[in-house]
Structures are given as C-alpha cells and as structure tokens.
C-alpha cells in the first residue's frame, strides 16, 4: 500500500458562535487507507466533512490535499481533484431509474469551452455518450446492471447506499468521504456494504468514513480518529485508540463491548 499522506488538515478550526464545532484537529490520512471518525453526536464529524470538501470555510487552519493547499477551495472545486461525498440521509433523485441517478453525479466533469460554442453540441454530446458508457460500466463493475432501469428511491436501503457510493465513483473520486454508511442497514447490509469499501480499497480509492457501527469500524478500518467537543482525543490504529482511557470514558462504553464480542 502507499503510505504517502493524501489528506491532512492542520489546527483545523471552525466556530459557529460559542459553539467550537471544530476544534484545533490535526489529522492526516494515508494514500490507501480507510480511515475512521468517531465520536459521540454533535462532536464535530459531519462539520469536519463539510470543512474538508468545501462546504464551509475554517475559522482558523489548513487543509492540504496531495501536499496542496486546499483549505479555501469550495465544493466546486474539491470535487474535480478527485473527492467525492455522500451524505448521512441518502440523497437520491425521486422518481430517476438507478442510471439517471449516477449518470447526473458525472455532470460536473462535462465541460465546453466558449470560443467553441459553434461545435457545443457535438462535443456535448460526445461527452455525453463517454459518460453514459462510463456510468454502464460502474452498473457491470458492482454488479447492479439489473438494476439499471429501477427507480432508485424505491430500492432496499442496502442499494440505495451503494447507489450513493457508485455515484461518487462516477466522479472519478479518488478520495471518498461517507458519512454514517452503515446508517438504517440491517447487518447483512452492513456486510455488503463492508466488502464494498474493501473492493473500494483494493480497487486503489482511499476512504474516510464517519461511522457509530464499531463492528464495522473495527472490521475495516485501518487507521482511526475520535472527536469529542470539536477536539481530537485521539488518532491511530483501532487497538491503541479503543484502550485509551479517555477514549473509553468519552464514546466508547457499551458500543466498545459490543464490537469486541463480535
Ligand atoms: N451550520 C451550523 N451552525 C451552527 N452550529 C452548527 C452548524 N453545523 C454544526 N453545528 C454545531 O456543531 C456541533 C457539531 O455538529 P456535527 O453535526 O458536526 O456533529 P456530529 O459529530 O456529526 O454529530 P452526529 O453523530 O449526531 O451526526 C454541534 O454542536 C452542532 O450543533
């Protein structure tokens, strides 16, 4: 695996109002790894993702990105470095079949030049039939090419997190944030869902998920990180960080025995 540092924020810091949601965190994520956020509600995971993918602008830090500073990009132009996202309610298109749902996350790398506006169309739609090819590529890849034509919203919720996840492949991510995936999935969900991320893995992509599902978190995660108040508590692999005291007394509890029964 390349261990080279993909992503790493530095005193990251945000304030909304008196509440430090986000507070002077310094973490950094390897190329390859997938890596875990946990802590209990409102500790600053979800806050920390829209830092990182542009959504909202520190009050104070850095982000760096492949060793480039991203810290005030926004989300539009996080997202053609190669991250991607998807949100803890799934969001998916009402009333759009499987394939219009990923084909509509490729929009953004389709681009036009101005001074071409005469040939616009033809390379508009050039660019259109190379993404619909893409798109029926991922649904063959991920074996859901049954489920093309299906409206996405009425799937099991196992196929519509999976449906998120392949919209942000689609993307051409490298980097892939999700929060809370293993969220409303039952455990045989949950299980896919854990072989997904480590194909994900193999396949090259570097995860970073915020997850409460500690057999999950356990189960893959290679690295990980707790936030309590908005401050780090700690950062490193799942054994060292789960026998700090301070860790224990401020998440883990029940939900640290029950991943250890497993
Ligand atoms: N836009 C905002 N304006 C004001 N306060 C905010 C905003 N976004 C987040 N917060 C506050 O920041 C803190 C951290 O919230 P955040 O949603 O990041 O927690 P979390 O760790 O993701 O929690 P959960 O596990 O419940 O999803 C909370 O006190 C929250 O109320």
């Known amino acids: 695996m390349n261990q080279s540092v993909l992503l790493e924020t530095q005193e990251l ?11 002077n965190v310094s973490i950094s ?17 979800t806050t920390m993702f829209n830092l990182l993918t542009g959504i909202y602008r520190p009050t ?8 480039n500073d991203i810290t005030s990009l926004q989300a539009h132009e996080i997202a053609p470095l ?31 030049s101005f001074p071409e506006a005469f040939f616009r169309l033809i390379r508009y739609r050039k660019q259109e039939q ?18 093309r034509n299906e409206i996405a919203t009425e799937l099991p919720q196992g196929l519509q997190r999976k449906i ?18 293993a969220a409303a999935l039952n455990p045989v969900e949950t299980a ?19 997850e409460h599902d500690m057999k999950l978190v356990k189960g893959i995660c290679d ?17 060292k960080v789960t026998s700090n005291p301070q860790v224990v007394q401020a998440y883990l509890g029940r939900r640290y025995e029950n991943a250890q029964s497993s």
């Open 82 to 112: 190669g991250i991607s996202r998807t949100f803890q309610n799934i969001r998916l298109l009402q009333g759009q079949s499987v394939f219009e749902n990923i084909l509509l996350a490729t929009h953004h790398s389709v681009t036009y």
């Open 60 to 67: 104070s830090g850095k982000v760096f990105y492949k060793g």
């Open 164 to 181: 998120e996840i392949m919209r942000a492949l689609a993307t051409g991510a490298e980097l892939i944030f999700l929060d809370e995936p």
């Open 13 to 23: 810091t945000i304030r909304f109002g008196g509440v430090m949601a986000v507070d």
């Open 223 to 239: 690295e990980i990180a707790v936030l309590h108040f908005g401050k780090l508590l700690d950062q490193g692999r799942y054994e």
């Open 192 to 210: 896919e869902l854990m072989e997904l991320i480590r194909q994900l893995q193999t396949e090259g992509h570097t995860i970073f998920l915020i």
């Open 29 to 45: 994520i390897k190329a390859g790894q997938i890596f875990g956020l946990i802590g209990p509600n409102g500790a600053g995971k």
């Open 130 to 147: 190379e993404a619909q090819r893409r798109v029926d590529q991922l649904l063959q890849k991920y074996q859901m090419d049954h489920l």
